[in-house]
């Protein structure tokens, strides 16, 4: 075992003993929750939810009957979550390298099949380190949505993560995972530092460094679904990073083979059809921080959105116009990065098209 990863285990399995222990605000959620998720948050063990650690809400639309696997799944909060969402049919894999995480974790299941009324557990917790996940033998396209929540900065192979989950997931399915980045690359000294590695900044990548690992991954086309600078706000920690910015960013990489680097124009739009409804209000659909969907109202979509409706399991709840017979070259206003300096946790001001 790597020192990364001793010392990963020694601050999550020893040193930290609830939430409140964090020294910052970047393994912490200020994500606003809906009606739905808060009761279902309310059915979770109290021990569970005391020693959640995570920085957004890694649960996306449309989950029921999924098979789902979550990266770091620490007490098993957002598993449980999951479980409920995806139903009896569905089911929850979460794999943690930390043995009093797991104990947490598994000491619970048996109460919640009760709580969720379920016949049989839909989840099962592993143990294992998220940098090997080919010892997991989980099969290729065996999965509908890989979700992971403040974890990967803690991981030293973070392309091997990301090349691993591509294989996992069906034709498709998605990565849904907010995770700490930083405005420029983090010192190798800092990287290091056992406190900064613990509140999940020493391990943070550059974003433009994600986007070009995730890119490589097969994921072509990054969508950024929400973000907020996070406020340190501890002396020692902001003198060590001085210079170096912080942000809490929820993605989503979609696994569709003929995506293109660019959002193109080929004359399409889509309706919503307000069908979804296990996330809260149906009238709305986020696929990102700028496809924000009234429903029954029709948008125009680059080529890109439109398969990530289209073929995705959003497709049943859209109607879609057009095809890719006519290109009319590139989408106004898309194909740019997501400006790092304007990430904000309010998703509402975003805007409803490309």
Known sequence: MSDVHSQVQDYYGKQLKTSAD???DACKTTTSYTTDIKKIIGQ???????????CGLTIPDALA???VLDLGSGSGRDCYILSKLVGQQGSVIGVDMTDEQLAVA???????TEKFGYEKPNVQFLKGNIDHLENLNIADQSLDLIVSNCVINLAENKQGILNQAFRMLKEGGEMYFSDVYASRRVPANLQKDPVLLGECLGGALYWNDFLDMAKKAGFNDPRMVEGRVLGIENADIEAKTQGITFYSITYRLMKISNLEHACEDYGQAVKYNGTITDMGSPNVFTLDDHH???AGRIYPVCGNSYRMLNE???REHFTFYGDFETHFGLFEGCGQEPAMAEAS???SEAASCC
């Not at 109290?46 to 650690?53: A, F, T």
């Not at 598994?106 to 919640?112: E, S, W």
Request: charged fraction near 30%; proline fraction near 0%; glycine fraction near 6%.
């Open 65 to 67: 009957g999924l098979k």
């Open 44 to 54: 979770i063990h109290d021990e569970v939810v005391s020693k959640y650690y995570g």
């Open 345 to 347: 946790s309010d998703s």
């Open 312 to 314: 995705t399991r959003y």
């Open 22 to 24: 964090l020294k910052t």
């Open 106 to 112: 598994n000491r619970h299941v048996d109460y919640h």
């Open 292 to 294: 924000v969907f009234e």
